[in-house]
Structures are given as structure tokens and as C-alpha cells.
């Protein structure tokens, strides 16, 4: 058996890339919003069907405009799962909103309703939303909620590009949308993000929030013939030389799901047998969801077992790192925030959970070798 490192995760390279780059840097336009930046705004629209997308720094950038957008302030609370990146809570504690922590449901790590219905107050101006691993929450419930209530949904779908609802584009059927292209994301551009937006109004004015708020984007459209200060914001416009990188990984988006895939498909197949005998929850995706194989993970029945067998893993070669810790618990989820419910799911989950190898260009003999690793564990 090959003893070489199975790492977790590699960025992918397409082949466009360095072609993109050096027509950026042979142009005399390497800050943002030039013609790369365009190009893969239109893609991220044609995948996504969002009617308005705006590429920015990162997931954060993009939840952070979110929290301007939604004009969130000290009165305001808002939801946000435990089991969750610390940006999903701290972009929208940034507007001095009160983060209240909901725990999740363990069948896909994602916002339970149940508890999000027990978070809400007067003072709920908005939930954020993780579609955990690209499988989509369930939205149906969460939506009337947000209905009943009036508050917003914020979909924080950095994992979940491609992914569906119902048929519904992950990151479109809420109030605003998230993505993120960090590194370890399927497609990715270095660090990078975008906002996804239906309403016409919140895109005025996001546009203007990311361009340090000016009307710069109207200028560049010849709307007005000079732009000024028109708003708050901030720089949120990643440079060219990022969006380069980013059109080049989506014009293979569809490779890159291919592969993915087919890791994900494996490892199902592969464990499913141990899983069974060992009491061992593998990743579900519920039948009405279409996911994006962002991540592969399984449940061990305590975190001891969880960690000796990352150790096991780990001893072979094999990295597979734990996730998220519970926001509820953190120093900053303390201070900055409220748990009206212990949110005990989302620390079973945290403790119990194990993330496998899983890029696109894993091929199947290191895949067969995790499989046979992990199958040789007694849990
Ligand atoms: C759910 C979630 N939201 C947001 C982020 C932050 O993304 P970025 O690094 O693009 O800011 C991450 C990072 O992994 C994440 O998992």
C-alpha cells in the first residue's frame, strides 16, 4: 500500500489561470470590476440564477454587507447556529446586533426550526442560514418562520455553490445570499466571495456599500458622470487578479463537481457496511436536496472514539480534521451573545464529527486507501 500523505484538502488549478493572470498584468486594470470580474459574475448568475451577484473579498465581506444591507444595529437580534463558522455570527455582531446561538438538527448539521422558533423575540430582525456541507437546510420551515415573524434569512452558503432545494439554487431563496472561494472551497480563487441579491433595491444599494460607498458602479455604467459619496460602506471589491483566478475555476465548475462527486460517491458506498456494524452515522442529503460534495464526514458515537480515530487516521497518513466549535460556548459567543436553549445538538455534533480527504483530483486508489483506513477501525 502507498504510504503517501492523504491530505485533506487541495485547492484545484484550471488550466485558464495563469493565461487570466498575465492578461490582468499586462493590462493596465488590476484593481476590481474590469472585465474578469464581469465574466464571472455572469457565470456565478447563469449557475446560481441569482439576478444580481457581486463578487467581494470573501464570505465574510459578503456576510458583512449583508449585516449593512439589513441595517442591523444594537436593538436588532439575530439567529445564528451554534454549529457554525465564526463569521456567520461575527459579521452581523460587527453591527453591534445580538447574536442569539439555535441549535441544529443532527441529521444534517443545519439550523433546526424548532429552535430557531424558540429564539425568536420582538427584536429578531434576521437568521442566518448554513446550508452545512452544501446540503441545504430545511428552508420550507425556516422561510414560514421568517414569514410569520418578518424578520430576514440570510443564507450563508459559503459550502453550497450548485446546490438545490427543491430545485431552488442554494443561496437564492432567501433575502440575500452568500459564497464564498476561499481556498478550500470547491472553486475558489485564493480568498474570495460573492453576494447573491433578488431585490432591486438591496442592490442599489450594495453595490454602493462595496464601492466604499460611492456610485462608482453607476459611473462605470454611464448612469452619472461623476461618482461621490453617496452612502456608508467599505472596500468589498476583490482585484482583478482574484477574479481571474475565479473565471478560469468556473469555466471548469462542472469538472470540479465531477470529481468532487466522485470521492463522495465513493466513501458512501465504501463505508456503508462499517457504518452500520459500528454505529457510525455517515453524511445524508435528504431526497428533495441536490448537494455539492463540499464536504464527506461521519459521526462517531463519542468524541473519544472521534478523536481516536482521527489519531488512527492520522497514524496512516490520512488527515481528518474535526469542524466547527460551538458558537454558544466561545469566548465571543458569551459576550456578544444570548443562548436562550442549551444547544446540546450542536455540541454532540461538534464532538463527535470527522471530516475524509475530499478534492477533485483525489484519485481512487488514495480514495480505496482512506476507505480501507477507515474500515479498519473498530468504533
Ligand atoms: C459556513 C461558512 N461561512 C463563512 C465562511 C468564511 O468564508 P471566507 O473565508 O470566504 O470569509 C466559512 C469558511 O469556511 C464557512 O464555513
Same mark, same amino acid.
Given at each position: 500500500m502507498s504510504t503517501d500523505r492523504v491530505i485533506f484538502s487541495r485547492p484545484f488549478r484550471a488550466s485558464r489561470e495563469l493565461a487570466n493572470l498575465e492578461a490582468v498584468l499586462a !493590462? $493596465?486594470? !488590476?484593481? *476590481? $470590476? *474590469?472585465q474578469f470580474t464581469a465574466s464571472a459574475t455572469a457565470k456565478l448568475k447563469a449557475i446560481t440564477g441569482a439576478p444580481h451577484a457581486l463578487l467581494t473579498t470573501s464570505c465574510t465581506s459578503a456576510l458583512e454587507m449583508a449585516g449593512l444591507l439589513l441595517e442591523l444595529g444594537p436593538d436588532d437580534e439575530v439567529i445564528v447556529p !451554534?454549529? #457554525?463558522? %465564526?463569521s456567520t455570527a461575527t459579521s452581523m455582531a460587527l453591527r453591534g446586533a445580538t447574536c442569539v446561538f439555535a441549535d441544529i438538527d443532527? #441529521? %444534517?448539521?443545519n439550523l433546526d426550526p424548532e429552535s430557531v422558533a424558540a429564539a425568536v %423575540?420582538?427584536? @429578531?430582525k434576521a437568521v442566518v442560514v448554513i446550508h452545512y456541507g452544501g446540503v441545504a437546510a430545511d428552508m420550507d420551515r425556516l422561510l414560514a418562520l421568517a414569514g410569520q415573524h418578518g424578520f430576514a434569512v440570510v443564507e450563508d452558503n459559503a459550502h453550497g455553490l450548485g446546490g438545490s432545494w427543491r430545485g431552488q439554487p442554494l *443561496? %437564492?431563496? *432567501?433575502t440575500l445570499g452568500t459564497l464564498s472561494f476561499h $481556498? @478550500?472551497?470547491?472553486?475558489?480563487?485564493g480568498e474570495g466571495g460573492a453576494l447573491l441579491l433578488t431585490d432591486e433595491i438591496l442592490m442599489a444599494r450594495a453595490e454602493i456599500i462595496r464601492e466604499k460607498g460611492t456610485d462608482r458602479a453607476r459611473f462605470l455604467r454611464g448612469a452619472v458622470d461623476k461618482y461621490s459619496w453617496q452612502d456608508i460602506g467599505s472596500s468589498y471589491l476583490p482585484s482583478e487578479l482574484n477574479a481571474a483566478v475565479l473565471d478560469a475555476q468556473l469555466d471548469e465548475f462542472d469538472t470540479i463537481q465531477a470529481g468532487r462527486h466522485r470521492v463522495w460517491d465513493a466513501y458512501a458506498a465504501g463505508l456503508a457496511d462499517w457504518a452500520a456494524r459500528n454505529d457510525v452515522q455517515l453524511m445524508t442529503v435528504p431526497e428533495d436536496r441536490a448537494h455539492t460534495a463540499h464536504l464527506y464526514y461521519l459521526r462517531t458515537p463519542t468524541e473519544q472514539r472521534r478523536d481516536d480515530l482521527i489519531a488512527h487516521l492520522g497514524g496512516l497518513g490520512i488527515s481528518a480534521p474535526f469542524h466547527y466549535v460551538p458558537l454558544d460556548s466561545s469566548p465571543a459567543g458569551l459576550k456578544l451573545g444570548r443562548t436562550p436553549r442549551p444547544c446540546v445538538r450542536s455540541a454532540e455534533f461538534s464532538g463527535t464529527v470527522v471530516r475524509l480527504p475530499l478534492w477533485p483530483g483525489l484519485r481512487d486508489e488514495q480514495v480505496a486507501r482512506v476507505v480501507e483506513a477507515v474500515t479498519a477501525f473498530t468504533v
Open positions: !493590462s $493596465d486594470h !488590476s484593481h *476590481g $470590476d *474590469g !451554534s454549529f #457554525a463558522f %465564526t443532527p #441529521a %444534517t448539521g %423575540t420582538e427584536r @429578531t *443561496g %437564492t431563496i *432567501g $481556498d @478550500t472551497k470547491n472553486v475558489h480563487c
